[in-house]
């Protein structure tokens, strides 16, 4: 009989982490290589992917890295293909590749567009990467799991996918208003509700598809920032980068095994009240 630690175990399994040279990415990296997992590092920059993964084997992990545009299919193929050719196999795929506008450049100045104006470009844009992109890594992911019999797929949500964002906390004195973009809300709640849709799809087999939900993660952000957004959690803080990996180890593990179909919500308490 397993013990609980061992259900956490992912020694013999294989993962990917799209979007894995990135904040939240890297330590979802470093996570499943500590309980035994081989890493494949996936993202558009392929230099800092390489980079990454560089710095997993330097402590001894398994990682390899892998380019990916999660907007075209052939990417995400290869991707997949690059994680059996090297491992063998596919366990647990990390969906956390995402555009938003506090990091990209691409969508820079965008905050201070009302939803009356906010270009239709970038919107395109943002489903495409936000929510396009989970399709098709999930798809190319659940046809090799399939083949498998199991795998765990995790998508990363977001508090704004589950409740609208709360628009006073981006306010400056002083400064002109800014607003968290229509894509982020609409792209995060069609990924659970995808999510939901793939677990439904694979009934009957050991194929499960889940949620994590993280709330706002601190990074660097200024004080008037973080005093409003701390204000509106139960906690009074915002997370740490290291706080969603317990979860997200739950869902690429055996611990589990009993789960599809759900959302695992770490955000301080944000929705709760």
């Not at 997993?56 to 999660?70: E, K, P, S, Y």
């Not at 990209?104 to 489903?127: C, I």
């Not at 849709?197 to 993280?214: D, W």
């Amino acid at each position: 009989m397993s013990t609980i630690f061992d259900k956490f175990s992912l020694k013999g399994k294989a993962a990917i982490v799209t979007g894995g040279a990135g904040m939240l990415g890297k330590e979802f990296c470093r996570t499943l290589c500590e309980a035994g997992a081989a890493v494949v590092v996936a993202d558009l920059n392929a230099e800092l992917a390489l980079a990454a993964a560089e710095a997993l084997r330097a402590q001894g992990f398994n990682a390899i890295h892998a380019a990916l545009d999660v907007t075209q299919p052939e990417s995400a193929a290869a991707m997949v293909e690059t994680c059996v050719d090297d491992f063998g196999r596919l366990d647990v795929i990390v969906n956390s590749a995402a555009m938003d506008p506090k990091f990209d450049a691409s969508q820079a100045g965008q905050h201070r567009n009302t939803f009356e104006d906010y270009p239709l470009e970038m919107w395109k844009q943002a489903v495409d990467v936000n929510l396009t992109g989970v399709f098709l890594c999930c798809q190319a992911a659940a046809r090799q799991m399939a083949a498998q019999g199991e795998g765990s797929i995790i998508n990363i949500c977001s508090t704004y996918g589950l409740v609208p964002p709360d628009q006073r906390i981006y306010e400056k004195p002083g400064q002109p208003k800014q607003f968290k973009p229509a894509f982020y809300t609409t792209t995060k709640a069609g990924v659970l509700g995808l999510t939901k849709y793939i677990a439904s799809y694979y009934a009957g087999t050991r194929v499960r598809a889940n949620c994590l939900t993280p709330g706002g993660v601190y990074n660097n952000h200024d004080e008037t920032f973080t005093r409003n957004y701390s204000y509106r959690t139960i906690m009074g803080r915002m997370a740490e980068k290291d706080e969603m990996n317990g979860a997200l180890l739950y869902l690429a593990s055996d611990a589990s095994s009993y789960m599809t179909g759900g959302n695992v919500i770490v955000d301080g308490g944000w929705t709760a009240w």
